[in-house]
Structures are given as C-alpha cells and as structure tokens.
C-alpha cells in the first residue's frame, strides 16, 4: 500500500494551475497586499506599542479593589471610611536596637518620620510609628522617599518600613521588571528556541516581530479598557497576558510556517504555497485561539475584580496573538518566500514521495511505527505514570498564605513585619475593624474580646465620646498575630462568629485581615465553579470541532488527568525541595484554566490532521501520518511554551512562581507524553468508533488500513 503524500482536490489544481504563471496585473496585486498588511502592523505597533510601557499606571494592587461589592470587609471598609478624616494608606516604622532604644533613636526617628510620636516596645529594644500615607499620591513612591529619609539611623538601629503601604510599594517594585525585564527574558528564549528550531538567522526574528506586533495591539486595547474602568488590571494580569501573548503567538507562527514549507517542496509557486497552507492552518490555529479565548472568559464568572479583569485581559492577548499570526505573518512570509528559511531554503520537489518525506520526518517516522506497533501497552503504561503522579495531587496545598510570604526574597516589609512581631503585639497598625449598631457598643465589645484579639477600642472623636455615623460605631481590634498571617485570618473567622451571638448588632467586620480572608474564600469558591465550566466549554469546542463526540470526551480525559498530575508533582516540589509555605487558591485554578485551554492546542492541532488524513486512508494510517508529520512542530509549540511561561519565574512572587512551574511542566507532560503518545495509541487502539457518531466511524476510505499493521507502519513513513 502506498501512501500519498500530498493530493489537491480538482479544483485546487485547476486553481494552482492558473497561478503558478501569473498575468503582470495578477504579479503586482500578489504582492501589494501583502506589502500593505505590512504597512498597517507597523503602524498598529508605533500607534500601540508604547502603550506595554503605560499599562502600570492603569493596573491596581490594592487587593481590596478586587473584592466584590457583595464581600463583607468591602461593606465593613466602605461604611468605616465615614468615620476616618482621610484615606490615609498606614505605613508602620519600625526600629529595632539590640541593646536599648536610646534618646537619639527617638528624636532621630520622630525628626525624619514627621508622624506620630515613637511608641516603645515594652523590652525597650524597639519602637514603631504608624505614619499616614496619603492615598492621593503613588504610595510606592511615599514609601520610597521615607525609606531614604531614614537610611541615616544611628549606628546599631536598624529600621524597616512594613504596614499595608511597605507591603504595597515592595509589590509595585516586584512589578516594576513586568514590562522591561520580562519581555526581555521570554522574547530572548523564544528567539533561542526558534534559531535551534529553524537553523535560520531570518525566519526566528520574522516570528519574534509578530508576537511583539500583536503585544502593541493587545496593550493598546487592555491600556484603553483598564483606563476607562472597563475592566480591573493588575501586575499579575499583565504579566500573564504578555507571556500568552508571545507563546500563543509563537505557537501558531509554528504550525503556519511548517505547513508553508511543507508546501514549498509541492508547489514552485509561494503565493499558491501560502494559500494552501494558509487555509490548511487557518482552521485548527482558529479552534485553538477560540478555546483558549472561551476557556480564559470562564473567568468572568469569578467574584474576585481580579480575576475577571484576567479573562478579558488574556482573551484580548490570544486574539490579537491569532490576528497577528494570520495577518502579518503570512505577508511577511509570502515576500520572502524561500528566503525566509535561508540557509536551508525548502527546495521544489515535484515528485516529493514516501522516501522524501521519511527523510523530512526521520525521528517522528520512528516514534509513528513504535505506536503503531504496540498501541494498548504504551497508552496503558502512560496512562499509569500520569495516574502515579496524579495520587498525589491531595498533598497540593493551596488554603493561602501569608501576605509576607508572597515575596520571594527577603522585602524590607517582610523584615520589618517579622521585627514589628518580635517585639509588639503583631497586628498593631493594621487593626480589624468591626461596624456594628450603636446600640449594641457594649456587647460587641465583649463580644470582641477572644483569643488572638489583644485590645478593642472604639473610634472617638475630640471629646472622647464614640463617633457615631447614621446610627453606627465602628470598633478597632489589635490582632496579638500579624495582620497578613494566616493565624490572624483565623481570629477574624472566630470574631465574625462571636458576633453572630450579639442579637440586634448587625456587625460587619473589615480591615486588611478581612479583606485577605475575604480575598482567599472568594478564590475558592470561584475554583468550585470555574473549572467545571471551563471543562465543559472546551469539550464543546472539540465536539463541533472534531464533529464527533468519544474522541472529545477522551482528549478532555486525558488533558484533566494531565492536570491532575502536573498538581501532584507540583505538590511534591513545593512541599520538599522548593519549599513554599503553600499557595493561593487561585493557582490551581489559573492552573487548570491555561494547561486546558492551551494544552488541548496540541490535542487540536494532532486531532485536526489525524481527521484530515483519515478522510484519505483510514483512522490508523491516518493517526500514524498526522503523528509523524505535527510531532516536531507540537514539540516545537510546546517547548516554546513552556520556556515563555517559565519566564514569570523572573518577578519575584510565589504566586507567579508557582503558575510557572505548573504551565510550563504540564505543557511539557501534555506535549511530549499526552500528545505524542497516549491519544496516538488510544485512537488506533479504539480505531473508527472514536469518530462516533460521525460518518467516519461507520465507513473509511481504506478498511484495510485499520487491520494492516505491517503495511501501515511501513508506508507511514
């Protein structure tokens, strides 16, 4: 049995043949609009791409703008901004001696502060000031200029700036790199991956430049939305959408530029070469935007502002990165033709066959017959390992942690929180808050007065009496832990309880400790509800996709079990090699909306060929075809993605960390395991009935191709 490598229906052909020799009009008209699509991408990226620049000061990292109106300390806050004189954001100063705080520490840190005077600790060892920050100014800036202000203690003090305006201004510093040394990592890795890929010094910078055209066109349009508070941006959201952006991007240049080569050596024509390969990608590059697109706007359902800022944000990226490929790309292409793969341009080869194309596909030919071969035992025995790793997926933690422990490297907030507990009572300067009805001031009082609570006084006035605010006080409880531990989240659930037994006081409780808490339920809850949605949308895209309904329902399968295992290695990383304190709620949920939506790509782009082939010899040949002719440009796709993922790993937060560490090791698993051995093997193993109910699982252009090992595993090739 012999195996074509490549036939154009009648009408295609009749088409070629009238292109390959073109009229001088047709000549100018090929090359004009290619030229101009050019043209309008430059233009797109002068106009936008200073906006990657500007999108910090859209973006907020105030974590109580992210809450819902509905949460209980965004009420609580709301209500207590009444009884405050400003918005004054609370920087704590702490100073530290090992022998004792002398008279020049003080006069040194009350002269260079300009707050409230120093309050000793009782060892006498320390002191701290709760200095206001004005909100109406950039806080890490406030920060910055007290920080340099206090760089000349006296000799043995040591001094720290913690409290929520230390904590936000080391954020806004951790951020500071997101669009300058970011971009500069994964576009410097992807250009190294794309030389060793293509062995061209050309056709790598022609692909970097789109991914960076559709970046221009992305931060222009979040830039405008986030500027009209359209939708809610944060440093995280912008990281995220930069690295999409450049790995989705390079991912479909991937699989367009392969097919055009592939029909470089067919056809002498490039433009003919581009249009069918064009129309070749344009299907399975736009079902793998679109999932990515649908999966990523599940995150809309979310509670948290920041979490539906992402969908919107990273939807914005993948479609600009879809544009860009199918726009750009292919202009850029189709003018430098064969040049463009210099010095190893793809020669025309009009009587291409089998063993042209074995030596073109060498490694995957070998890896095609290995599947072939032995379909039921390498899937099962992969299935296994991914089931191994995926035991382990309980010992995940992912209750939260502390806000200190967001940073990876030492932060001089994170210092001076570890100082301000050492020596004081860890909440003070950044109290809990209790509204409650005037009425019932007393019994919320004691009420108040629990385990981990240190102190409760309520707001006065300048004669000493409650402030009163429509016919409401509001009440300041001192945690005895730091405000941003877990351990203080834990008091607050306990004080939202002890005011549930005061009848009549309608109590509310807020403050930074609240909102965390509030911050971390809320994730929770959204996980509950977001990955079950993102399933079932994605599995409806492969169903319309694949026009069928068994092969949808096991590549989902196999995709979630590949998440699941992904978590389980993850859990044994981050618990006793790298060892993380834990992780946020919404990791495993970002997690499991970008490995889904992305690693079903490669699923999509084998599945789409192995449907095509089999539409010409059968599921079997057809499955061995695809696999050898998609395996190294989804390897390929996949590296690209995992190594621009595992760039965020340069901002210094556990949160991005971790969602480095698991995109890129569960694209790895999905692309080299999932993807190149286990759906091969299952869809041979199963044969037509994974077309159910389509018309392919009932007839087949070659029957004898689902039961002719030998022959399909040799002709594969």
């Not at 502060?113 to 009782?122: V, Y």
């Not at 040049?339 to 291409?352: L, Q, S």
């Not at 939202?496 to 403050?511: C, F, H, K, N, Y």
Request: proline share 6%; hydrophobic share 50%.
């Amino acid at each position: 049995m012999g195996l074509h490598v490549h036939s154009c229906p009648p009408d295609q052909e009749e088409l070629l043949s009238t292109t390959t020799t073109p009229t001088p009009r047709r000549t100018r008209l090929r090359w004009l609009i290619p030229a101009l699509l050019i043209l309008v991408w430059l233009g797109v990226a002068g106009g936008g791409g200073p906006f990657a620049g500007k999108l910090g000061e859209v973006a907020s990292t105030d974590a109580s703008s992210f809450l819902p109106a509905s949460a209980e300390s965004t009420r609580a806050d709301e209500i207590y901004a009444e009884f405050r004189e400003s918005d004054a954001i609370p920087a704590i100063v702490v100073a530290e001696r090992d022998g004792s705080i002398t008279p020049d520490d003080l006069a040194f840190l009350a002269a260079e502060s300009a707050g409230p005077p120093p309050i000793p600790s009782e060892d006498g060892q320390a002191v701290q000031m709760i200095v206001p920050i004005d909100s109406g100014v950039e806080v890490k800036d406030a920060v910055a200029d007290l920080r340099t202000a206090l760089e000349g203690a006296p000799e043995g003090l040591t001094v720290h700036v913690t409290g929520p305006a230390g904590q936000a201004a080391d954020l806004s510093a951790a951020f500071a790199g997101i669009d300058g040394l970011l971009l500069l990592v994964a576009g410097g890795v992807v250009l190294l991956i794309l030389i060793v890929v293509y062995r061209s010094p050309i056709l790598p910078f022609v692909v970097i430049i789109s991914a960076v055209f559709a970046l221009a066109l992305a931060s222009l349009l979040v830039y405008l939305l986030a500027d009209a508070g359209t939708i809610a941006l944060n440093g995280q959201s912008q990281g995220i959408m930069f690295i999409l952006v450049f790995g989705a991007a390079t991912d479909y240049a991937l699989l367009l530029v392969s097919r055009f080569r592939e029909e470089l050596r067919i056809q002498e024509d490039k433009y003919a070469a581009m249009r069918t390969a064009w129309r070749a990608s344009i299907e399975p590059i736009a079902a793998s935007a679109g999932t990515v697109i649908l999966g990523v706007l599940c995150l809309l359902l979310s509670d948290l502002n920041s979490n539906r800022g992402l969908g919107p944000v990273a939807a914005i990226g993948i479609a600009t990165s879809f544009i860009a490929s199918m726009t750009f790309l292919p202009a850029a292409l189709v003018l430098l033709g064969r040049t463009a793969f210099w010095p190893t341009r793809p020669k025309y080869e009009p009587d291409f066959d089998n063993e042209n194309f074995e030596q073109a596909h060498r490694f995957w030919s070998r890896v095609a017959q290995w599947v072939g071969s032995k379909p039921r035992p390498i899937w099962i025995v992969c299935s296994l390992v991914l089931v191994a790793f995926a035991l382990l997926l309980p010992q995940f933690k992912a209750s939260g942690v502390a806000s200190s422990d967001l940073f990876l490297l030492q932060t001089d907030s994170k210092s001076g929180q570890q100082v301000l507990g050492e020596h004081f009572d860890a909440g003070s300067g950044s109290p809990t808050v209790i509204i409650a009805n005037e009425s019932s001031l007393d019994a919320v009082t004691d009420a108040a007065r629990i385990d981990g609570v240190t102190t409760v006084e309520p707001v006065t006035g300048p004669d000493g009496a409650p402030t009163v605010v429509d016919g409401q006080v509001a009440l300041q409880a001192t945690l005895s832990d730091a405000a941003d531990s877990l351990e203080a989240e834990a008091t607050v659930e306990r004080l939202r309880e002890a005011m549930g037994t005061v009848p009549g006081s309608d109590a509310l409780i807020g403050g930074p400790t609240a909102v965390d808490l509030d911050t971390k339920d809320t994730a929770t809850r959204d996980r509950t509800l977001i990955i079950p949605v993102v399933a079932l949308v994605v599995l409806l895209v492969l169903i319309v996709l694949l026009r069928a309904i068994v092969a949808p329902i096991l590549l989902m399968l196999t995709v979630i079990v590949s998440f699941a295992a992904t978590l389980g290695v993850s859990s044994l990383l981050f618990n006793h090699v790298f060892g993380f304190p834990g992780s946020d709620p919404v990791v495993p949920l970002f997690g499991f909306v970008f490995l889904v939506a992305l690693g079903i790509d490669y699923n999509i782009f084998l599945m789409t060929r192995v449907r095509e082939e089999t539409k010409k010899v059968g599921t079997r040949v057809g499955t061995l075809r695809a696999l050898t002719v998609t395996g190294g440009v989804i390897t390929s796709a996949g590296i690209v993605l995992a190594a621009t993922f595992s760039a965020l790993a340069v901002i210094p937060l556990l949160f991005l960390a971790q969602l480095a560490f698991i995109v890129a090791f569960g694209v790895l698993l999905d692309a080299l395991l999932v993807r190149s051995l286990v759906v091969p093997a299952l869809t041979i193993d199963i044969g037509r009935k994974i077309w159910w109910p389509s018309a392919l699982s009932r007839s087949e252009p070659d029957t004898r191709a689902d039961t002719d090992t030998e022959a399909d595993t040799r002709t594969v090739s």
